[in-house]
């Protein structure tokens, strides 16, 4: 069984930088694309990033294009999201998940981890 682990979320200022971190356990990592996913209160959860298993391509949202990086260290079994220039519409509970292929949609992801909240101060 598939475990999901995030970390790194916290408080920041607008225009500052988090990473997220996300460990992987139970099956072999590489086999997995990697997705971001984001939920605010009150909102649906969305696609932020996404990865595919060797890291070679990547897909983002346009909300977050050119801010937020996803990258992927399959000898560490751990998917990042560098995020700079914060806005405060960036605060949300944000999650990893897994598939065995690259897509955006959240619903076609088979494993979740419990999500972390990252919440930007204007």
């Known amino acids: 069984q598939v475990q999901l682990v995030e970390s790194g979320g916290g408080l920041v200022q607008a225009g500052g930088s988090v990473r997220l971190s996300c460990a992987f356990s139970g099956r072999t990592f590489s086999n997995y694309a990697m997705g971001w996913f984001r939920q605010a209160p009150g909102k649906e959860r969305e696609f932020v990033a996404a990865i595919n298993w060797s890291g070679t391509s990547t897909s983002y949202s346009d909300s977050v294009k050119g801010r937020f990086t996803i990258s992927r260290d399959n000898a560490k079994n751990t998917v990042y999201l560098q995020m700079n220039s914060l806005k405060p519409e960036d605060t949300a509970v944000y999650y990893c998940?897994?598939?065995?292929?690259?897509?955006?949609?959240?619903?076609?992801?088979?494993?979740w981890g419990q999500g972390t909240q990252v919440t930007v101060s204007s």
């Open positions: 998940a897994a598939k065995w292929t690259l897509v955006r949609s959240p619903a076609s992801y088979d494993y």
